[in-house]
């Protein structure tokens, strides 16, 4: 091999060789993602000066390889086949069982050799970044390796992440340094959302202007330019903002990717969501003006001959299988009174405009099938029916990915509840501005995007997973990292572990550990809630409620008390479970030794008088029936005495739009009750708002209500981003056994409350 002809970049190796001075012990369970198999021997191998090395690597990838291993800080010696001992084997081998698919290998270590097998470049690679995870320093210049047989491959053959750069733009080396850390968990997809409203980030020579003018905004920042006129600029007009990437560009990041075994994905965006072409080019709109549309017209000939231009120079550059084509959230109001849509859908004889967009989708794969390529698009491509080849990106749930699967259709899974990483992933109140729900990392760990319940006939579609970063409040890229990491990692380990080898307590070790090591790499990862967090459990026939403490950091400990005062290091240490026969104030917070963390939880927990009860929703008052985790539960979801968490994707909450709460409890008796309530949260960015006002009315006959009293939404409460709060009542105890609670919508979005509390 040619040791002195220059590869680009070894980067990622030397990022991995930091790794290798982990703080935890020398144990196989280290790995991220846990392997298929994995058994641990006695004894370890030490790579040193002394360790030579044999691989039968040929060609390109052989020389790829020398590089990696160059940057290794002992130098290994070359050696021949029949060496036996201090060896290192890179070796590629036919397929076999134990290697099923190309990013299979296997990992054996004993005292005397390490050798990787698989049966391709992409193999060794993987199983060199487990190795790498293993190893420890032990002296001056030499490492240990624990003893291990290990046989490995992938759950699934996708396992990506998305990143958003039309929001906010990100430079190559951005880029590449995501790609170090990708690659050494074995993600092997990046997914560039590469064009949006907020900018066109490629060049495409054909089209000048989406370079000089689409890819540059009036402000840097996403949100006062959203808020502020949503106006672009040429690139040399003063206060321009923005950036893109030359051909030359791409051309490197695609060339870095491939050295890490990574397949980038470009997106180029249509028929909506498509501001910033339709601004530089008014003549591919319905309206023909700038700033009047946001979809392409589907009935001028001149939007196909622009989409296959650009389209040819993206296939030009990317040599991925798919190009992604967006397809969501089409808004399609122009369509139905454009003349040459209107004309479209005549001569095709297409119903709707769900048929018009699917027209487009059509087309166009088409044109990528001829070129030998396959089209990826959001699950809204369904509408009007799917493209013949076409594979579906799932984000609205799992619903639209598993009806593709349905069909025979290819489907990657990317559900909004599990897989947004740009939505908060502590509580609200203590984060940066986010978007949407709070998604922590265990519930993104939990994730199983092929759950045996739907059959191998649906499974055998669903290619894999895909973590989505959408950047409209990511205006750095520190707090980029700062929500990619380490929900990126658990997903990682969700794309490449088989459910039963993923434990959630093993993992939580883990990726405190990880945490550690990957900022002295230089991310700037979320470093873990430093709060409590609880679950319950209901004992309907004892009336109890079991709740249960636990948190993110590990080790730590958890102090609580259940009057309402502060935990000291002297209270109580949570060990397991307890039961709520009444009502307490639970008051909780982390200690690491006698030093507290974070902030306290406080959390009143009750077995109330409606728990169990039955609730009957006025005609015009029930829960949003479109969306299955944002039913809370269903009929007894608000008196179950189960409680919801910071996220209104936990399944706890149940949310109310266009319409009001209005429900009526019946108690079964007439009893007294002094307090209703019902807790309530505002997250703005997802349109997420309190209640204008909550009346609570009780009646002992069902017929005869009388108003016991209202809670208003406070001017200052309204203009907050983030607040959760109860509304209700509280007074003098009143006889009744029907109870209603009515909240009312202000802003006619979404209403969530977890639970109708009635004591």
């Excluded at 048929?355 to 990528?368: A, D, G, P, T, V």
């Excluded at 489907?411 to 986010?434: F, N, R, V």
């Amino acid at each position: 091999m040619n040791i002195r002809k220059e590869y680009p970049k070894v980067c990622l190796f030397l990022w991995i060789l930091g790794m290798c001075f982990h703080a935890h012990p020398i144990l196989a369970q280290s790995v991220i993602p846990v392997p298929l198999k994995m058994e641990q021997g006695t004894g370890s191998f030490l790579l040193s000066e002394k360790t030579k090395l044999y691989t039968n690597l040929q060609g390109g990838e052989a020389e790829l390889w020398e590089n990696y291993l160059k940057a290794l800080p002992v130098q290994l010696k070359e050696a021949r086949m029949k060496d036996r001992k201090q060896m290192l084997f890179l070796l590629i081998t036919p397929k076999t069982t134990q290697l099923p698919s190309p990013e299979s290998y296997t990992l054996s270590v004993t005292s005397q050799r390490i050798e990787i097998r698989a049966t391709s470049g992409a193999g060794l690679f993987y199983g060199m970044q487990t190795l790498l995870q293993l190893m420890q320093p032990a002296s001056t210049g030499s490492y240990s390796v624990p003893s291990v047989e290990i046989e490995d491959t992938p759950r699934f053959a996708y396992r990506g992440l998305m990143l958003d750069v039309s929001r906010h733009f990100s430079t190559k080396e951005f880029i590449k340094k995501q790609i170090d850390a990708l690659a050494y968990y074995k993600i092997n997809r990046l997914h560039l959302h590469l064009t949006d409203a907020a900018g066109w980030r490629l060049e495409i020579k054909k089209y000048p202007l989406l370079t000089d003018f689409a890819a540059w905004r009036t402000d840097p920042t996403w949100k006062k330019w959203w808020n502020g006129g949503r106006k672009y600029l040429r690139y040399d007009e003063p206060g321009a903002s923005g950036g893109y990437y030359t051909q030359d560009d791409i051309r490197e990041i695609l060339e870095y990717a491939r050295q890490h075994y990574i397949t980038v994905i470009p997106e180029i965006e249509m028929p909506s969501h498509s501001e910033e072409v339709l601004a530089a080019y008014p003549q591919l709109s319905c309206s023909g003006e700038p700033y009047k549309n946001s979809d392409f017209c589907v009935g001028n000939e001149e939007t196909f001959t622009f989409l296959e231009n650009v389209l040819t120079e993206v296939m030009e550059l990317f040599p991925s299988e798919y190009i992604h084509v967006g397809g969501d959230e089409a808004g399609k109001s122009a369509w139905k009174t454009c003349p040459k849509c209107q004309k479209r859908m005549k001569d095709e004889h297409l119903a709707n405009v769900d048929e018009l967009q699917s027209y487009l989708i059509h087309r166009i794969e088409k044109f990528l099938n001829n070129h030998g390529r396959h089209l990826l698009g959001w699950d809204e491509i369904l509408q009007g029916g799917i493209a013949p080849n076409a594979t579906v990106m799932s984000w609205r749930g799992t619903e639209g990915g598993i009806a593709a699967a349905r069909m025979g259709h290819y489907a990657i899974m990317t559900p909004e509840s599990h897989c947004y990483l740009d939505h908060y992933q502590d509580d609200p109140e203590t984060q940066p501005l986010a978007f949407g729900a709070c998604i922590p990392i265990g519930q993104t760990y939990s994730y199983d995007p092929a759950p045996d319940s739907l059959g191998s006939d649906i499974c055998k579609y669903i290619l894999g997973v895909q973590g989505n970063v959408w950047a409209e409040y990511l205006p750095t890229y520190e707090h980029a990292e700062y929500m990619i990491y380490p929900r990126i990692i658990a997903l990682a380990e969700v794309g490449w572990t088989p459910m039963e080898n993923k434990h959630p307590e093993s993992f939580k070790r883990r990726i405190n550990n990880e945490i550690r090591y990957i900022r002295t790499k230089g991310y700037n990862p979320f470093t873990l809630s430093e709060q409590v967090q609880t679950s319950q459990t209901v004992d309907y026939a004892k009336k109890k409620i079991m709740l249960s403490l636990t948190s993110e950091k590990h080790p730590i400990d958890i102090r609580y008390t259940t009057d309402g005062s502060e935990p000291t290091v002297s209270s109580k240490l949570y060990k397991k479970p307890f039961a709520v026969k009444d009502s307490i104030l639970l008051t909780a917070r982390l200690f690491d030794g006698e030093k507290p963390i974070g902030k306290s939880l406080h959390l009143r927990t009750d077995y109330h008088k409606g728990i169990g009860k039955k609730i009957t929703y006025a005609p015009g008052g029930r829960y949003y029936q479109h969306k299955e985790v944002y039913k809370g539960g269903g009929d007894a979801g608000l008196l179950d005495g189960l409680r919801g968490g910071k996220s209104y994707m936990d399944g706890r909450w149940q949310g109310f739009c266009p319409n009001d709460l209005d429900a009526i409890i019946d108690l079964g008796e007439v009893t007294a009750i002094h307090r209703v309530m019902a807790n309530f949260m505002q997250i703005r960015t997802p349109q997420v708002f309190l209640p204008a006002k909550v009346e609570v009315w009780a009646s002992v006959d069902g017929k005869n209500f009388t108003l016991l009293g209202s809670d208003i939404c406070s001017e200052e409460e309204a203009g907050k981003d983030v607040i959760f709060r109860d509304f209700g009542w509280i007074g003098t105890p009143t006889e009744a056994r029907y109870v209603r609670f009515h909240a009312i919508q202000g802003k006619k979005q979404f209403l969530f409350t977890d639970e109708i509390v009635i004591q």
